[in-house]
């Protein structure tokens, strides 16, 4: 089953840095942007993050807030936040079960090779838990936090 607009997000629960359960649920009443990245502080995830925290404001001013997921665990998001100043919560998910639930664990191209792991991609939620727009594949870290900005201004 593959993420589709119109359906409902798969349902999740996952610690975040400091070890307290969130689950998607606790988001009802807000837009959430659910960025799935393969390692805290490496070059295209620190890109990434970054962009998302500078257009944190402009981001919220939409009535959304960023969540981002790795396989990291909760020390190794906390430094990374705290390292970039991140201003939203980053979930460890080290068993890949919402990675697969989302499609964002399973076979890709890394430095030419077939590999498995975590696929970059991002899926924008409404108020009511539904899928708005999915990106299974992102194909530029460093651009995707203003392409996701400009979706959410209706552009």
């Known amino acids: 089953m593959g993420i589709e607009a119109g359906k409902a997000a798969p349902a999740f629960t996952l610690q975040d840095e400091n070890g307290n359960k969130v689950a998607l649920k606790d988001f009802r009443g807000t837009k959430v942007v659910l960025y799935f990245y393969p390692k805290?502080?490496?070059?295209?995830c620190t890109k990434e993050a970054c962009g998302f925290?500078?257009?944190w404001k402009d981001i919220q001013n939409t009535g959304t807030t960023v969540i981002g997921v790795s396989p990291d665990n909760g020390e190794r998001h906390r430094k990374f936040r705290e390292k970039y100043d991140l201003p939203f919560t980053l979930l460890c998910d080290p068993d890949k079960t919402v990675m697969e639930k989302y499609g964002a664990w399973g076979e890709k191209m890394m430095y030419g090779k077939q590999v498995v792991g975590v696929?970059?991609?991002?899926?924008?939620?409404?108020?009511?838990g539904k899928?708005?727009?999915?990106?299974?594949?992102?194909?530029?870290?460093?651009?995707?936090?203003?392409?996701v900005l400009k979706i959410l201004q209706g552009g």
């Open 53 to 55: 925290r500078d257009y």
């Open 131 to 147: 899928v708005i727009k999915h990106w299974a594949r992102v194909p530029s870290a460093e651009k995707h936090p203003e392409q």
């Open 40 to 44: 805290d502080d490496t070059p295209g």
């Open 119 to 128: 696929i970059r991609s991002t899926t924008l939620i409404d108020e009511d």
